[in-house]
T-cell receptor, first 115, second 117 residues
Framework: DQQVKQNSPSLSVQEGRISILNCDYTNSMFDYFLWYKKYPAEGPTFLISISSIKDKNEDGRFTVFLNKSAKHLSLHIVPSQPGDSAVYFCAAPQRVGAGSYQLTFGKGTKLSVIP | NAGVTQTPKFQVLKTGQSMTLQCAQDMNHEYMSWYRQDPGMGLRLIHYSVGAGITDQGEVPNGYNVSRSTTEDFPLRLLSAAPSQTSVYFC????????????????FGSGTQLSVL
C-alpha cells in the first residue's frame, strides 16, 4: 500500500497565481518530508523540506505546510512562473532496517503554469 | 562538480539481452540506490547500498542485480531484459545511510531511458 499519496496527477495554473500541490501520508512514524521537482529528461532535484517539529517552512516563492493531525502536507508556489512547470514529488524517509532508511515517493503531480 | 553520473542516457534492448547501467558519484556518499520511474507509478526503489560490499533489495528488485565494490560506483545489471523493464532509471546517492540529519537529501543522476522490444 502506498504510504505517500499525491491524488492529483496534474494541475494547471495561470502565471502569477498561486499553485497548491497536496500530499497525504499514512505512516505516523514519518518525521521528515521532502519535495522534489523534475523536468523532462532530467533527474529529480531537491526543492524544499520540512521537519515534523515545524508546521511551515519557507524558501523564497516556495512554502511547505505540514498538518500532522491530518497527515497532510502542501506545497505553495507564489507567484507561479512558467519555469515552475514540472512534475513535483512528495517524499518521506522510511526506516527499513537497523540504521537504514529509504526515501518513499508519491506518484507525482504534473504542474503546468500557463503564461 | 559532477555529482551523480549515469551512462548511457538511452538504450534499446531486445528481449533476453543483458546489459549494465552505470552509476558513479564523486561526493563520497555512503548510500546509493536505483529507482525506476513509470507513468502513473512515481519513483520506485529497485536496490540500494549502505556502503561498499553491502546491498539490499528495494520495492521492485526482480530481474535486477547490483553490486558495490567501491564507494563511487553502483552498477545495475539486467540479466535477461523483458518488455516490463522498459522504464526510466535513476541512480541516487546521499551522504550517509541513516537519516540522521534534517538537512539530509537524496541526489539524483539525469537518468537512463531504457526500451526493451
Amino acid at each position: 500500500d502506498q504510504q505517500v499519496k499525491q491524488n492529483s496527477p496534474s494541475l494547471s495554473v495561470q502565471e502569477g497565481r498561486i499553485s497548491i500541490l497536496n500530499c497525504d501520508y499514512t505512516n505516523s512514524m514519518f518525521d521528515y518530508f521532502l519535495w522534489y521537482k523534475k523536468y523532462p529528461a532530467e533527474g529529480p532535484t531537491f526543492l524544499i523540506s520540512i521537519s515534523s517539529i515545524k508546521d511551515k517552512n519557507e524558501d523564497g516563492r516556495f512554502t511547505v505546510f505540514l498538518n500532522k493531525s491530518a497527515k497532510h502536507l502542501s506545497l505553495h508556489i507564489v507567484p507561479s512562473q512558467p519555469g515552475d512547470s514540472a512534475v513535483y514529488f512528495c517524499a518521506a524517509p522510511q526506516r527499513v532496517g537497523a540504521g537504514s532508511y529509504q526515501l518513499t515517493f508519491g506518484k507525482g503531480t504534473k504542474l503546468s503554469v500557463i503564461p | 562538480n559532477a555529482g551523480v553520473t549515469q551512462t548511457p542516457k538511452f538504450q534499446v534492448l531486445k528481449t533476453g539481452q543483458s546489459m549494465t547501467l552505470q552509476c558513479a558519484q564523486d561526493m563520497n556518499h555512503e548510500y546509493m540506490s536505483w529507482y525506476r520511474q513509470d507513468p502513473g507509478m512515481g519513483l520506485r526503489l529497485i536496490h540500494y547500498s549502505v556502503g561498499a560490499g553491502i546491498t539490499d533489495q528495494g520495492e521492485v528488485p526482480n530481474g535486477y542485480n547490483v553490486s558495490r565494490s567501491t564507494t563511487e560506483d553502483f552498477p545495475l545489471r539486467l540479466l535477461s531484459a523483458a518488455p516490463s523493464q522498459t522504464s526510466v532509471y535513476f541512480c541516487a546517492s546521499r551522504r550517509q545511510a541513516p537519516w540522521e540529519a534534517t538537512n539530509e537529501k537524496l541526489f539524483f543522476g539525469s537518468g537512463t531511458q531504457l526500451s526493451v522490444l
